[in-house]
T-cell receptor
Framework: DQQVKQNSPSLSVQEGRISILNCDYTNSMFDYFLWYKKYPAEGPTFLISISSIKDKNEDGRFTVFLNKSAKHLSLHIVPSQPGDSAVYFCAASARAGNNRKLIWGLGTSLAVNP | EPEVTQTPSHQVTQMGQEVILRCVPISNHLYFYWYRQILGQKVEFLVSFYNNEISEKSEIFDDQFSVERPDGSNFTLKIRSTKLEDSAMYFC??????????????FGPGTRLLVL
């Protein structure tokens, strides 16, 4: 099941520069997309989301872009900070009755170097 | 800030034993979920729960699994007879609703289950 793909297992960025994490999906029924950040031995922490009716959502240093025609979304972190070092997961969902199960990518491990 | 809590943080059990993983969702949330992540693999959906019944369950969620909301605060996942392949990190999540801005699922810290 590869409905959500994060093709880069890891990314290394210098502090202060932009981090761009990418995610592709195949299911055109997905209408809600989320990014989560995860530290080892902790649960996923919600970062930012975007509905399919939008193409951009911004929250402080984090911006998510959605390109529906390409079935692609990206998370931009600017400026990157060492505390941003974590695994970032892309997740997507489609409404199905009383259920909004999340389909997850494999994650991208981001290292922000001082 | 409200958060999802899970107990225990770690559980070691013998194959064939029953385990109960406990979760306290965010208090005004209505939708509850269990996910798991086997080491090195994707986070996988197990089950969703709303209005005291299962909304959807995955293929993983077979007859050995059950969920319950025994009172107004707890949400439990029971594995009746554990198998070695049940070893994973189990995450509970909750969301407020289905409308825009209510759909975000918030996750607990997880329970690491090791079946020997």
């Amino acid at each position: 099941d590869q409905q959500v793909k994060q093709n880069s297992p890891s990314l290394s960025v210098q502090e202060g520069r932009i981090s761009i994490l990418n995610c592709d999906y195949t299911n055109s029924m997905f209408d809600y997309f989320l990014w989560y950040k995860k530290y080892p031995a902790e649960g996923p922490t919600f970062l930012i989301s975007i509905s399919s009716i939008k193409d951009k959502n911004e929250d402080g240093r984090f911006t998510v872009f959605l390109n529906k025609s390409a079935k692609h979304l990206s998370l931009h972190i600017v400026p990157s900070q060492p505390g941003d070092s974590a695994v970032y997961f892309c997740a997507a969902s489609a409404r199905a009755g009383n259920n909004r199960k999340l389909i997850w990518g494999l994650g991208t491990s981001l290292a922000v170097n001082p | 800030e409200p958060e999802v809590t899970q107990t225990p943080s770690h559980q070691v059990t013998q194959m064939g034993q029953e385990v109960i993983l406990r979760c306290v969702p965010i208090s005004n949330h209505l939708y509850f979920y269990w996910y798991r992540q086997i080491l090195g693999q994707k986070v996988e959906f197990l089950v969703s729960f709303y209005n005291n019944e299962i909304s959807e369950k995955s293929e993983i969620f077979d007859d050995q699994f059950s969920v319950e909301r025994p009172d107004g605060s707890n949400f439990t996942l029971k594995i009746r007879s554990t198998k070695l392949e049940d070893s994973a990190m189990y995450f509970c999540a909750s969301s407020a609703g289905q409308r825009a801005n209510q759909e975000t699922q918030y996750f607990g810290p997880g329970t690491r289950l090791l079946v020997l």
